[in-house]
Nanobody, 124 residues
Framework: QAQLAESGGGLVQAGDSLRVSCAVS????????IGWFRQAPGKEREFVAA????????RYADSVKARFTISRDNAKNTVYLQMNSLKPEDTAVYYC?????????????????WGQGTHVTVSS
Protein backbone atom coordinates (compact mmCIF):
# COMPACT_ATOMS: atom_id res chain seq x y z
CA GLN A 1 0.00 0.00 0.00
CA ALA A 2 1.29 3.44 -0.91
CA GLN A 3 2.48 5.87 1.73
CA LEU A 4 1.97 9.57 1.05
CA ALA A 5 3.48 12.68 2.57
CA GLU A 6 2.39 16.22 1.77
CA SER A 7 4.61 19.28 2.06
CA GLY A 8 4.72 22.91 1.02
CA GLY A 9 1.77 24.38 2.87
CA GLY A 10 1.98 27.74 4.59
CA LEU A 11 0.54 31.20 5.10
CA VAL A 12 0.12 33.39 2.02
CA GLN A 13 -1.86 36.46 1.05
CA ALA A 14 -4.82 36.56 -1.30
CA GLY A 15 -3.64 36.59 -4.89
CA ASP A 16 -0.40 34.77 -4.11
CA SER A 17 0.71 31.42 -5.47
CA LEU A 18 1.79 28.30 -3.62
CA ARG A 19 2.84 24.81 -4.66
CA VAL A 20 2.18 21.81 -2.47
CA SER A 21 3.82 18.45 -3.06
CA CYS A 22 2.89 14.84 -2.42
CA ALA A 23 5.72 12.31 -2.16
CA VAL A 24 4.59 8.72 -2.64
CA SER A 25 6.46 5.62 -1.50
CA UNK A 26 5.54 1.96 -1.69
CA UNK A 27 4.52 -0.15 -4.70
CA UNK A 28 5.01 1.20 -8.20
CA UNK A 29 4.04 4.86 -8.26
CA UNK A 30 2.67 4.80 -11.78
CA UNK A 31 0.02 2.23 -10.85
CA UNK A 32 -1.83 4.93 -8.87
CA UNK A 33 -3.88 7.89 -9.87
CA ILE A 34 -3.41 10.65 -7.30
CA GLY A 35 -5.94 13.10 -5.99
CA TRP A 36 -5.89 16.23 -3.88
CA PHE A 37 -8.66 16.94 -1.41
CA ARG A 38 -9.12 19.69 1.14
CA GLN A 39 -11.01 20.22 4.35
CA ALA A 40 -11.72 23.66 5.72
CA PRO A 41 -12.56 24.22 9.41
CA GLY A 42 -16.13 23.16 10.10
CA LYS A 43 -16.67 21.85 6.57
CA GLU A 44 -16.66 18.47 4.91
CA ARG A 45 -13.72 17.23 2.88
CA GLU A 46 -13.99 18.15 -0.79
CA PHE A 47 -12.35 17.06 -4.00
CA VAL A 48 -9.85 19.50 -5.52
CA ALA A 49 -8.04 17.77 -8.38
CA ALA A 50 -6.88 14.38 -9.61
CA UNK A 51 -4.38 13.12 -12.15
CA UNK A 52 -4.22 9.81 -13.98
CA UNK A 53 -1.46 7.23 -13.73
CA UNK A 54 0.35 8.51 -16.78
CA UNK A 55 -0.36 12.16 -16.12
CA UNK A 56 -2.24 12.43 -19.38
CA UNK A 57 -5.62 13.20 -17.81
CA UNK A 58 -6.67 15.49 -14.98
CA ARG A 59 -9.91 16.58 -13.34
CA TYR A 60 -10.60 19.69 -11.28
CA ALA A 61 -13.32 20.97 -9.01
CA ASP A 62 -15.15 23.91 -10.54
CA SER A 63 -14.02 26.12 -7.66
CA VAL A 64 -10.33 25.76 -8.59
CA LYS A 65 -10.48 25.25 -12.34
CA ALA A 66 -8.20 27.72 -14.19
CA ARG A 67 -6.40 28.60 -10.93
CA PHE A 68 -4.93 25.26 -9.83
CA THR A 69 -2.83 22.81 -11.85
CA ILE A 70 -2.05 19.23 -10.87
CA SER A 71 1.02 17.49 -12.29
CA ARG A 72 3.16 14.48 -11.57
CA ASP A 73 6.78 13.49 -11.97
CA ASN A 74 6.89 9.72 -12.19
CA ALA A 75 10.69 9.73 -11.98
CA LYS A 76 10.48 11.44 -8.57
CA ASN A 77 7.34 9.68 -7.32
CA THR A 78 5.85 13.08 -6.62
CA VAL A 79 2.63 14.87 -7.46
CA TYR A 80 2.32 18.66 -7.34
CA LEU A 81 -0.58 21.03 -6.94
CA GLN A 82 0.26 24.51 -8.21
CA MET A 83 -2.19 26.99 -6.73
CA ASN A 84 -2.43 30.47 -8.26
CA SER A 85 -4.64 33.46 -7.47
CA LEU A 86 -5.33 32.07 -4.03
CA LYS A 87 -8.42 33.22 -2.18
CA PRO A 88 -9.24 33.19 1.53
CA GLU A 89 -11.81 30.47 0.80
CA ASP A 90 -8.95 28.20 -0.31
CA THR A 91 -7.82 28.02 3.32
CA ALA A 92 -7.90 24.36 4.37
CA VAL A 93 -5.86 21.30 5.17
CA TYR A 94 -4.85 19.78 1.85
CA TYR A 95 -4.57 16.00 1.57
CA CYS A 96 -3.24 13.84 -1.23
CA UNK A 97 -4.51 10.33 -1.79
CA UNK A 98 -3.72 7.37 -4.03
CA UNK A 99 -6.20 5.26 -5.95
CA UNK A 100 -5.50 1.89 -7.57
CA UNK A 101 -8.75 2.02 -9.58
CA UNK A 102 -8.40 1.60 -13.33
CA UNK A 103 -10.31 4.83 -13.93
CA UNK A 104 -9.50 8.39 -12.79
CA UNK A 105 -11.09 8.55 -9.35
CA UNK A 106 -12.51 11.76 -7.93
CA UNK A 107 -14.51 10.61 -4.88
CA UNK A 108 -12.85 10.05 -1.53
CA UNK A 109 -14.14 6.51 -1.14
CA UNK A 110 -12.32 5.54 -4.34
CA UNK A 111 -8.93 6.29 -2.81
CA UNK A 112 -7.01 3.67 -0.83
CA UNK A 113 -4.24 5.59 0.93
CA TRP A 114 -4.06 9.09 2.37
CA GLY A 115 -1.40 11.46 3.60
CA GLN A 116 -1.48 13.41 6.87
CA GLY A 117 -2.23 16.75 5.22
CA THR A 118 -0.57 20.13 4.92
CA HIS A 119 -2.10 23.40 6.08
CA VAL A 120 -2.71 26.22 3.63
CA THR A 121 -3.88 29.55 5.00
CA VAL A 122 -4.77 32.45 2.72
CA SER A 123 -5.14 35.83 4.40
CA SER A 124 -7.25 38.61 2.93
Amino acid sequence: QAQLAESGGGLVQAGDSLRVSCAVSGPTFNTYSIGWFRQAPGKEREFVAAISRSGGSARYADSVKARFTISRDNAKNTVYLQMNSLKPEDTAVYYCAASSRAYLATSGEQFDSWGQGTHVTVSS
